[in-house]
Every structure is written in structure tokens, then in C-alpha cells.
């Protein structure tokens, strides 16, 4: 064993002397002793970091192309490399395969890799065997790089053409003008109809006979009723049947008496209460409640509450067509004298009677004109009543030459109630009729007798008298 470290460590120092150098791999197989010291079997961490900057200055020497002895470092490194090119062998690097040959999805799964395992040096060996000229490296750079540019923008334009998710809802959302073209009852849409999931089902429901409509302050962002917070309640005030009993006077005769009461009066007043002190006639009290009682004014179906609906002004009174004295006033109609047309007159003569009311008279337009009245476009004229070519109202009969109503002959109209049941006469009553009848006979026939027989007396008493 001594023997052969001694042959090691000549061989090194004859090495370091003539300048020769040794691989990583020649160092590394030189064997190591064992026993003697344990400097041999635990490595120098100084010697090994000095190694390591040995190796580097050697490398950078060996890319300048300096002295002799990087001159003869890389001479000897170069053979190691070139010795495959020298020999003309390719190496092909195998990978391994990831997947098991028996998945029935191996096909897919090795397209996948072979896409990944492919790349410029692949693309230059198929080249070379097909006898052309090998690409260069920037030459298959250029493709690459093009490619990757037209991904980039096909990228960008699939981002640009797709849509949003809330886009794509608008786009698809159909406009109010249309909503109202296709429903029946383009009265009842509103603005948030067409945010529906299906606005025509949702404006057939509302337009449906007897559907109650959702109350209007479900898109209120305010609380119910917090609009009337600081607004006093007005006074509950009596039914006029019950007002018209006199109660009313009564109570407040009562409360000032009271009010001009001492504490000690109260007090006895509490301790000993008088009773019967506000009576009423009871005729006056079942008059009230049982002749002159009326119902309260009730809200119709699917008539629902909303915020200050109570405020409303109320045109239940109002008729369309029906111009009232004030109305009259505020437009400067004269109330007496020539009748003067209302100023809406010429513009439906030129436009039409308003479609809402089919049935509704306008003197002008579909009805005669009052009596003193002209047309004609002077001051307190008619204006021209709309004819076709042939000269005949379009409208209505406006000059009253037409009559409208047709005369029903009373005498063959028969005035009873529709689905009145008639009276079915019994078994009873007939036999009750029949013994009626029979005893009217019996008696007529009685009667009959007794007038025979009052004559044979007379004949009889006149014979004796002779």
C-alpha cells in the first residue's frame, strides 16, 4: 500500500513539473488509503475552494487563448469534445417514455410529448438529411418569433370580440318601442320591463283580467311610508249618519262642563259617577243605523295603498267630453251669447277624435254644432268638419242630417225580466180550483131552482085570484 501512494504522489509532482494537467475524472480515480492518518478520508474545505478558482482562471485562459499552458489545457480538453464529430456519430437523446403503452390513450399522450420534445436542432438534422442547407439559427428564430406575434394578436382580437357577460345581455335586450309592437297591451310596459327574464310573459300577466299589480315601492330605496314621518294626522271625523244624531254637540257641551269643574268636584265625580248624562232618543239612534246608514267608500280589486295616495285629487266626477264653468273661464270661452268652440277643436278635426274614447260626441267633429254656431276659421268659427271626396262626414254625422237612433215599436217589446221563473201551479191547488168550480155550478144551479120555482108560485097565486 505504501508503495503505491509513493508511485501516486511521484507521478503527480513529476506532473505539476512539467506542466502537464489532469482531468477531474483522472483525480478522481486515483484510490484513496485507508488507515494511517484521517487527513485522507475527510476532504479539505480550503484545498477544495482553491481547486474550484484554479479550474476557473484555467478556463478563462483557455477562451482568450493566452500561454502556452492555457494553449495546452485546451488542446487537451478539445480532443474530449471533437471526438464525436471526428468519428461521425450523432447522438439522439431518448426520452423516456412517460406513459404506459397499454392506455388507450397513448396515441394522444405521445403527439402531446413529441410536440414538446421537438425544437431547432430537430428542424436542422431533418434538413441536412434531406440534403438542403441546414437553417440558421436566427432563420428558425424568425418563424418563431412570427408565430408567436399572430398568436399574440389573434389573442388580442378573440379578447376584443368576446364579449362580457352584461354586454352580451344588453345586446340580446329588446328595446321598449319593440317590447310595446309585440304585446297586445302596450299601455301597461314600463321602463324595467324589458330587464326581464321574459318581458312578453311578464306584460301578458300584467295586462291579464284581475291581476293585481306589485306595489309601486318595491325600487324605492327609502323605507315604506318614511316620507310621511313629521306629517300630523288629521282629526278622525264621524260618519255623516252618525254626525246628523246630534252626538257631537252633546260631547263638547260635555267637555266644557267638565273643563269648568274643580279637582275636588273630578274627584267626587270618579268616586261617584252620575250615569245617563249624554242620552240620545233611541228612535233617533235606530234611524241612524238602520235608515240613513251608508257604507264607507271601499278600494276596488287590486286597487293597492301607496305613499300619499290620500292627497290625490279624486276625478271620479270628471267625464272626458264634459267642459265645466270653470274650465269654460280659464280658457276664455263666453259663458252667454254665440256658443264659442273649445280650442282643441281644429286640431282634431286635422288629426282625429282621440283614440282612447271611441264612443265620445265632440260637437265639430263626429256630432252637430250647437245652435247659432258656424263653422268657418273667423273668430268663434267651427272650423271645417272633415268630409271625403263625395262631400260625407268621415267621423260621424256632423251637419245632423243622419238619424242615429232608431225607433223601437213599444207594443211588440215584451217588459219582463230576462230568466224569470214562471209560477208552477201544484196538484193541490188545481183540485182546490176544480171544487171552486164545482160549488160556482152547484150554487148557479140552486139559483136556477129557486127562480122555476118562484115563477110556479106566481102562476099559482094569479090562477087563484082569478
Not at 284581475?210 to 325600487?219: E, K, M, Q, T, Y
Not at 252637430?368 to 272633415?386: M, N, R, T, V
Not at 263625395?390 to 207594443?411: Q, S
Not at 155550478?441 to 102562476?459: A, G, K, N, S
Amino acid at each position: 500500500m505504501g508503495g503505491h501512494v509513493e508511485s501516486a504522489l511521484g507521478s503527480e509532482g513529476g506532473a505539476r513539473e512539467g506542466g502537464a494537467q489532469r482531468s477531474a475524472s483522472e483525480w478522481e480515480a486515483i484510490p484513496q488509503v485507508d488507515g494511517g492518518g484521517g487527513a485522507a478520508d475527510k476532504p479539505d474545505y480550503n484545498s477544495s475552494k482553491n481547486k474550484k478558482k484554479k479550474e476557473k482562471k484555467k478556463a478563462k485562459k483557455a477562451a482568450g487563448g493566452g500561454t502556452k499552458d492555457s494553449g495546452a489545457g485546451a488542446a487537451a480538453s478539445a480532443p474530449a469534445e471533437a471526438t464525436a464529430a471526428d468519428l461521425g456519430v450523432e447522438i439522439e437523446y431518448v426520452a423516456d417514455s412517460m406513459v404506459d403503452q397499454s392506455d388507450p390513450n397513448f396515441n394522444e399522450w405521445s403527439k402531446i410529448f413529441e410536440h414538446f420534445q421537438k425544437g431547432p436542432k430537430d428542424t436542422a438534422a431533418e434538413a441536412e438529411a434531406e440534403g438542403a442547407e441546414a437553417p440558421s439559427a436566427e432563420e428558425v428564430k424568425k418563424p418563431v418569433a412570427k408565430e408567436a406575434e399572430d398568436s399574440d394578436d389573434e389573442d388580442g382580437e378573440k379578447k376584443k370580440d368576446k364579449l362580457s357577460r352584461k354586454k352580451f345581455k344588453l345586446l340580446n335586450r329588446l328595446s321598449i318601442s319593440e317590447l310595446k309592437q309585440l304585446v297586445k297591451r302596450p299601455d301597461v310596459v314600463e321602463v324595467w320591463d324589458v330587464t326581464a327574464s321574459d318581458p312578453r310573459l311578464l306584460v301578458y300577466l300584467k295586462s291579464y283580467r284581475n291581476s293585481v299589480p306589485v306595489p309601486r315601492h318595491w325600487c324605492n330605496k327609502r323605507k315604506y311610508l318614511q316620507g310621511k314621518r313629521g306629517i300630523e294626522k288629521s282629526a278622525f271625523q264621524l260618519p255623516a249618519f252618525i254626525e246628523a244624531t246630534g252626538i257631537a254637540k252633546l260631547r263638547q257641551a260635555y267637555e266644557e262642563k267638565n273643563s269648568e269643574q274643580s279637582s275636588k268636584q273630578k274627584a267626587r265625580a270618579q268616586s261617584r259617577p252620575k250615569m245617563s248624562k249624554m242620552d240620545i232618543d233611541y228612535q233617533v239612534l235606530h234611524d241612524a243605523f238602520f235608515k240613513f246608514q251608508t257604507k264607507p267608500t271601499m278600494t276596488k280589486h287590486g286597487d293597492l295603498y301607496y305613499e300619499s295616495k290620500e292627497l290625490e285629487v279624486k276625478h271620479t266626477e270628471r267625464r272626458p267630453g264634459a267642459v265645466s264653468d270653470e274650465l269654460k273661464t280659464a280658457l276664455g270661452m263666453p259663458m252667454e251669447g254665440v256658443p264659442v268652440p273649445p280650442p282643441w277643436l281644429i286640431n282634431m278635426q286635422r288629426y282625429g277624435p282621440p283614440p282612447s274614447y271611441p264612443n265620445l260626441k265632440v260637437p265639430g267633429l263626429n256630432a252637430p254644432i250647437p245652435a247659432g254656431a258656424q263653422f268657418g276659421f273667423h273668430s268663434g268659427g267651427w272650423g271645417k268638419p272633415p268630409v271625403d271626396e263625395f262631400g260625407r262626414p268621415i267621423y260621424g254625422d256632423v251637419f245632423g242630417v243622419t238619424a242615429t237612433e232608431a225607433v223601437v215599436d213599444e207594443t211588440d217589446v215584451e217588459k219582463k225580466w230576462w230568466g224569470e221563473i214562471e209560477a208552477v201551479e201544484s196538484e193541490d191547488e188545481e183540485e182546490e180550483e176544480e171544487e171552486e168550480c164545482d160549488e160556482e155550478d152547484e150554487d148557479e144551479y140552486d139559483d136556477d131552482d129557486d127562480d122555476e120555482e118562484m115563477e110556479e108560485e106566481e102562476e099559482w097565486e094569479e090562477e087563484e085570484e082569478e
